[in-house]
């Protein structure tokens, strides 16, 4: 059974991006525990960063994956860009663009193309620690753009949808 850590992005006193009074930190948690159920119904080992709204640097969740010994690496995040309605869509990152990582990245991003979101790709990100110190295939997911009113709308309306999404895309990646 592999084991799949899933990272809620921020959290307590690190709000991430807000929009509207919209917190970037409690829509990472609430898609976290919804993705997370999903993969432990699939008989797959979950392990979260977070449950509730606490911060920990991403150097700690990153050492808390290694610890674990985890297969897999999950943070969920929005993004967001300068301008509120300037983008839309879905975009996952990872520490290098070719491997394991990549093709997670790229089956939750087509999943999440089939919810209707656009797919921004896969990108290479190398300074972020939770891709570039975790000792496991590490995706950092932006599912939509938190500023951009489609996107909230489409997040929130098919919520499940979403998360299923991004479950499948792991799935069939492990």
Same mark, same amino acid.
């Not at 997911?141 to 489409?154: K, P, Q, Y």
């Given at each position: 059974m592999a084991t799949v850590v899933i990272d809620a992005g921020h959290g307590g006193s690190d709000f991430g991006a807000t929009y509207l009074g %919209? $917190?970037?930190?409690? !829509?990472n948690l609430r898609l976290a =525990?919804?993705?997370?159920? &999903? =993969?432990?119904?699939?008989?797959?080992?979950? &392990?979260?960063?977070?449950?509730? +709204? @606490?911060?920990?640097?991403p150097a700690a969740k990153a050492a808390k994956a290694n610890e674990a010994g985890a297969d897999y690496f999950v943070s969920i995040h929005r993004n967001s860009s300068?301008? +509120?309605?300037?983008?839309?869509?879905?975009?996952? *990152? #990872?520490?290098?663009?070719?491997?394991?990582?990549?093709e997670m990245a790229g089956n939750i991003? %087509?999943? *999440?193309e089939a @919810?209707?979101? /656009?797919?921004?790709?896969?990108?290479? %990100?190398?300074?972020l620690a939770v891709l570039r110190q975790t000792n $496991?295939?590490? #995706? =950092? /997911?932006?599912a939509g753009f938190i500023n951009t009113d489609r996107d909230n709308m489409r997040? !929130?309306? %098919?919520?499940?949808? /979403?998360?299923?999404? &991004?479950?499948d895309g792991i799935l069939m990646s492990i």
């Amino acid at each position: 059974m592999a084991t799949v850590v899933i990272d809620a992005g921020h959290g307590g006193s690190d709000f991430g991006a807000t929009y509207l009074g %919209r $917190m970037e930190k409690d !829509d990472n948690l609430r898609l976290a =525990l919804a993705v997370g159920n &999903i =993969l432990s119904q699939n008989g797959v080992n979950v &392990i979260y960063t977070r449950t509730g +709204d @606490v911060y920990e640097t991403p150097a700690a969740k990153a050492a808390k994956a290694n610890e674990a010994g985890a297969d897999y690496f999950v943070s969920i995040h929005r993004n967001s860009s300068p301008y +509120d309605n300037q983008y839309t869509g879905v975009e996952s *990152l #990872v520490y290098n663009k070719y491997g394991p990582a990549a093709e997670m990245a790229g089956n939750i991003n %087509r999943q *999440l193309e089939a @919810v209707g979101f /656009v797919n921004q790709g896969v990108n290479e %990100r190398q300074n972020l620690a939770v891709l570039r110190q975790t000792n $496991m295939p590490a #995706v =950092l /997911v932006e599912a939509g753009f938190i500023n951009t009113d489609r996107d909230n709308m489409r997040f !929130d309306s %098919r919520f499940d949808e /979403v998360a299923r999404a &991004i479950a499948d895309g792991i799935l069939m990646s492990i």
